[in-house]
């Protein structure tokens, strides 16, 4: 996050956040959305363009660091979770983000970017999830329902569709949060994923509307949304619905039902949103279309160390009790080997200087 200081120097605004490059996604792409909410939060929050770095792997939503006039890379298939950690840990001051696609994050991706998740190193993810892969022209992706018809699955998906909430819980993400790309609410997770120290995980459903269009019709139109999801507060009920008359409870067996307000149930006989419980953030990510709303909101947040402060305190710790190292000394230590001319082979030189 930048400093008060920093902010003071130049008051930068959304349009400041805008590269130079033609924005090359479909028109109508729920990405322009996305980004002009990120531009929005960058200046909102101050930040700086010489402290932020946008990392992305590959896909439409990769796209992205050539969009935003900051430092970034466009890296390779699946690994944008291991550069953006390396570019935090060489450069602790930097304020990095990380840009993937449902594709991209969770199939080649999915390890890199659970270990990521896990080591809570200071970066702020954002997975654009369309259920689809849109890049390569309309395949059937990680998230994709069971029995959608594409290319590459035309008599329908065989394959059970991955959470990716569920996967950032149970990874023990510190901070988990899903928003829609067209959504009032997008720019408050943003907000607080950036002010969030460790790892902050942001699902954003995004509309892919030439392969996809209205996956999440039911998320966005006017005359479903609020029957269809359910918001998240921090320690307030689980209402939902245009009426606001409706809740979520559990039953004696733990398990969650959807019952009407009235009727001899009150709000206080509902469950209630708990930011800092792990279990209770795991049972929301389960809550999926068409039987429950979908939740939206921060799911979990706690305070966490970070990887990059404990791998300094190793660092400091080292050198205080072995002195300050000298690479030299360390690449030149014990028996080394020197090429002599080209016919000539390979001559043991023992310490060479």
Known sequence: MATQEDVKLTVLTAKDFASNQDVRWCPGCGDYAILNQVKKVLAKIG?????????????CSSRFPYYVDTYGMHSI????????????????????????????????GGNHLIHALRRNVNI???????????LTKGQYSPTSEEGKKTKSSPMGS????????SI???AEASFVARAVDVDKDLGT??????????????????????????AFKYATDKSTKEDSIVRLEHGKPLIFGADRDKGIRLTMDGKPEIVELGKGIKEDDLLFHDENDERHAFLLSRLMQPEFPEPMGVFYRIAD???????????DA??????AGDLRKLLYAGDTYEIKNPGEGVQSAGLHE
């Open 47 to 59: 930040s700086r363009k010489e402290k932020t770095v946008f990392i992305a792997g590959i896909g």
């Open 77 to 108: 298939h699946g690994r944008a979770p291991a550069f953006a950690t390396g570019v935090k840990l060489a450069n602790p001051e930097l304020d990095v983000w990380l840009v993937t696609g449902d594709g991209d994050g969770l199939s080649i």
């Open 124 to 134: 702020n993810i954002m997975l654009f999830n369309n259920r689809i892969y849109g």
């Open 158 to 165: 065989i394959d059970m569709p991955l959470s990716p909430i």
């Open 168 to 170: 950032a819980v149970g």
């Open 189 to 214: 997770m943003l907000e607080r994923a950036a002010e969030h120290k460790g790892t902050s995980f942001v699902e954003i459903y995004q509309d892919c509307n030439v392969f996809n269009h209205f």
């Open 305 to 315: 160390e970070c990887y990059e402060d404990l791998l300094q305190q190793q660092v």
């Open 318 to 323: 080292a050198v205080k009790a072995r002195g």
